[in-house]
Nanobody
Framework: QVQLVESGGGLVQAGGSLRLSCAASGGTFSSYTMGWFRQAPGKEREFVAAIMWGRGSTYYADSVKGRFTVSRDNAKNTVYLQMASLKPEDTAVYYC???????????????WGQGTQVTVSS
């Protein structure tokens, strides 16, 4: 059973940057496709980015493409989300998720973290 713990959220001004981390334990990290999702107040949870197991291909939502970068360090069992040029509409709780040998970047995740709040002020 994989356990995921996010960190790195906080309050930042528009145009600023943050890096989120998600530390995994209890599984073979390199075998998991890792995803980032977010949920803003009153809205449904949405896909943000994913990095696949194996070759590490990356995928992004159109709304964050060119501003966010997902990466992973298998030796540290950690996935990162580097966020730049942040906008107020990026304000949300950000969740990381793990999908064992997952083939679909946006669905099928079995394990979820507790989330970390990101607030972007205008």
């Amino acid at each position: 059973q994989v356990q995921l713990v996010e960190s790195g959220g906080g309050l930042v001004q528009a145009g600023g940057s943050l890096r989120l981390s998600c530390a995994a334990s209890g599984g073979t990290f390199s075998s998991y496709t890792m995803g980032w999702f977010r949920q803003a107040p009153g809205k449904e949870r949405e896909f943000v980015a994913a990095i696949m197991w194996g070759r590490g291909s990356t995928y992004y939502a159109d709304s964050v493409k060119g501003r966010f970068t997902v990466s992973r360090d298998n030796a540290k069992n950690t996935v990162y989300l580097q966020m730049a040029s942040l906008k107020p509409e990026d304000t949300a709780v950000y969740y990381c998720a793990a999908n064992w040998f997952g083939r679909a970047p946006e669905s099928g995740y079995e394990h979820w973290g507790q989330g970390t709040q990101v607030t972007v002020s205008s």
